[in-house]
């Protein structure tokens, strides 16, 4: 399905020769990969040099992730038979079967080895290779060739991230979907464009939204490998487009994650305010807002998405909980005006509610109410760590869609019928403007939990991004999972958390903010740099005319044919590659326009946010924001 999206094909290059990978074809028949396997790349790979974790050229990089996905293929194929029909996807999907019954297939080493997770192969795969011939690309697991000829410092650091491709699609579905800011923030944003609006918007993006993220997995199959693996977002930018384009992947990235965590922090800290006050006490806001810095520093210690997937299960059910109890409360009790008050500086006495298909709200606002809705389709950003951590990223597209399915229909239920019973005074957490007081408990009680568990995944990717480009990449320490990396993680961890914690303190309004980094960051990362990295993939995949030889310089480019030519094969047509160019260079172009409106709209809001006086809370301050 996946390896035909617009012509992004990995098996079928379209015009670069059969012989492209050293001279051989690798999508042939299995004895064809074994003789590949033999005659080249077991004898060259050791005289190939390797450039401190860069190949020379991205022909390379072509070349090791084309076996990277045979292996993997292979392995899985071995390991796990039938894991691909639509049937088992669903039930992994929905915890019957799950990652268990695949954990231990492919071997948490990556090694070539048994399908149970021991060492030595099982007799079936020592017939398998034997009758094949196989030496270098073994059909039972991942090539351990890969390695050859690099460094035994730099080779244990990629055994050890090796180690780390063990998650699998139903983790893809739970970690995309672990979003508390999506589903809350649904009503308000269905009140600043309004019902027609709104509805047409999310089918939009959501569509949008996932074209981008199977592009973005094209790219990555395209370019990863064990030997060259990629570990963020900004590995792509730079193999593709150069070093100045990843170092600015990751500061946004930095800043994205950063302003997430500590925007979670702050709805958990609403939520522990309204608690509080229902229990007859005050507690000072930014208080509140504290005690999730320090609880997030504790789980910041899990260093793997792994590790977290449970918790991201749990988070998924209660965040779905959370929408059916609260739209059964606003019908029933409607609104608490007390908390509307608070957070929207108005005063009584309270018009009637008021909704609309097309809303009469001033255009920042509008652009603001979109923004939000980018953060429901927002997890692009840590897409490639998701995949890094898979045992067969191919299989990303499984959750990938599954999850946005999810997302479109939860979000847009509970945006309409929300916004249907609180119209202008929607809320930005859209459940706290509820009037009963035990069941806004209860849903608060799973809003912390929830933003817990949100804000630990974004946390575990922030620390990670800024480990792997500063400690591992300035300072060449030590890899994430060594004791001495262990470490350096928590004081990273600390150190982030309070950070964290002074930017979800200094804006106090859920709203304003979460707009402004859609526009800056989440638009760009879900929607701009995925469309432009595939337009800069189709360009470089068609400029390469000649087969590139393991150890050698490779072959002139021919970029009058990367820019206007090249050929897509589809269904047994032949279609000029100039069409899709053009398509993918039109939509980053409109997705960058849409950025800079966003800006516009969300900065004048955050603007207004800190001109508001009266009930409104302050930075830093001891009243609460609801």
């Known amino acids: 399905m996946v390896s035909n999206l617009a012509g992004l094909s990995l098996e079928d290059p379209g015009h670069m020769p059969t012989e492209y990978v050293a001279g051989s074809s690798v999508t042939g028949s299995k004895a064809d990969r074994a003789a590949f396997s033999r005659q080249d790349s077991h ?10 974790g860069n190949a020379s050229c991205l022909e390379e990089y072509i070349h090791w992730a084309r076996l990277q996905r045979i292996e993997e293929e292979d392995a899985w194929k071995n390991g796990a038979r039938g894991t691909n029909s639509g049937l088992d996807a669903i039930r992994s999907l929905i915890g019957l079967v799950g990652d268990r019954r695949h954990r231990n297939k492919a071997g948490a080493s990556g090694k070539a080895g048994s399908t149970d997770g021991s060492d030595s192969p099982s007799s079936h795969e020592k017939e398998k290779d034997a009758e094949n011939g196989a030496e270098g690309v073994s059909s039972g697991g991942y090539n351990t060739d890969q390695l050859d000829g690099i460094p035994e410092p730099e080779a244990g650091k990629l055994d050890a991230r090796r180690a780390l491709r063990i998650a699998g699609a139903s983790s893809v579905f739970f970690l995309i979907t672990t979003d508390i800011l999506g589903p809350n923030a649904a009503p308000y944003a269905m009140s600043a464009t309004g019902f027609a609006t709104g509805n047409i918007l999310y089918f939009v993006m959501g569509v ?3 074209y981008a993220g199977l592009l973005l997995l094209q790219v990555f199959c395209a370019l990863d490998s064990i030997r060259f693996p990629i570990k963020t977002y900004g590995d792509l930018a730079e193999r593709l487009i150069g070093k100045w384009c ?12 950063i302003i997430n965590v500590g925007l979670l922090c702050l709805t958990n800290g609403q939520s522990l305010s309204q608690l509080v006050q229902a229990g007859g006490h005050n507690l000072c806001f930014t208080v509140a807002v504290l005690i999730w810095a320090l609880i997030g520093i504790v789980f910041a210690q899990i260093r793997t998405l792994r590790g977290l997937s449970l918790f991201a299960n749990l988070a998924v059910f209660m965040n779905l909980a959370i929408v059916f109890v609260s739209m059964g409360v606003v019908k029933q ?33 509008k652009i603001n109410g979109i923004m939000n809705m980018v953060f429901a389709y927002g997890g692009a950003m840590i897409f490639p760590e998701i995949m890094a951590e898979m045992r067969r990223p191919m ?7 599954c999850a946005e399915l999810l997302i479109f229909i939860a979000y847009v239920l509970y945006g309409n019928f929300f916004y249907a019973y609180s119209g202008q005074y929607t809320l930005g957490v859209a459940f706290q403007g509820m009037a009963s007081g035990p069941w806004l408990m209860a849903c608060n009680v799973l809003n912390i939990i929830t933003g817990v568990i ?8 922030g620390i990670k991004v800024a480990y792997i480009n500063v400690i ?14 262990q470490f350096i993680w928590g004081v990273f961890a600390t150190l982030y958390w309070v950070l964290a914690y002074v930017i979800g303190s200094a804006i106090p309004q859920v709203n304003t903010i979460s707009g402004l980094i859609a526009a800056i960051a989440i638009m760009n990362f879900s929607y701009s740099f995925p469309f432009m990295l595939a337009l800069a993939w189709q360009i470089h995949r068609d400029s390469i005319v000649a087969k590139y030889v393991p150890g050698q310089p490779p072959a002139p480019r021919d970029w009058r044919r990367g820019f206007f030519g090249g050929e897509l094969h589809f269904k047994g047509r032949t279609i000029p590659a100039i069409w899709l160019k053009l398509w993918l260079l039109v939509i980053t172009i409109g997705s960058y326009t849409m950025s800079v409106l966003g800006m516009y709209g969300s900065g004048t809001a955050v603007y207004n946010t800190f001109q508001n006086g009266g009930a409104a809370a302050t930075s830093f301050g001891c009243p609460a924001t609801v």
């Open 208 to 210: 949008m939204a996932s």
């Open 454 to 461: 949100a804000a630990a995944i974004y946390g575990n990717i």
């Open 395 to 401: 299989d990303f597209w499984k959750g990938l869609i």
């Open 472 to 485: 591992e990449g300035i300072f060449r320490g030590p890899p994430l999972l060594s004791r001495k990396g």
């Open 333 to 365: 009790h409607g609104l608490n005006y007390t908390a509307i008050a608070n957070n929207l500086n108005l005063k009584p006495p309270f018009a009637p509610v008021v909704t609309a298909a097309f809303a009469s709200a001033p255009l920042p606002d």
């Open 246 to 257: 990843r170092h600015l992947f990751t500061f946004l990235q930095s800043i994205q994650l």
């Open 43 to 52: 004898d060259r790979i050791a005289s190939i040099s390797y450039m401190g």
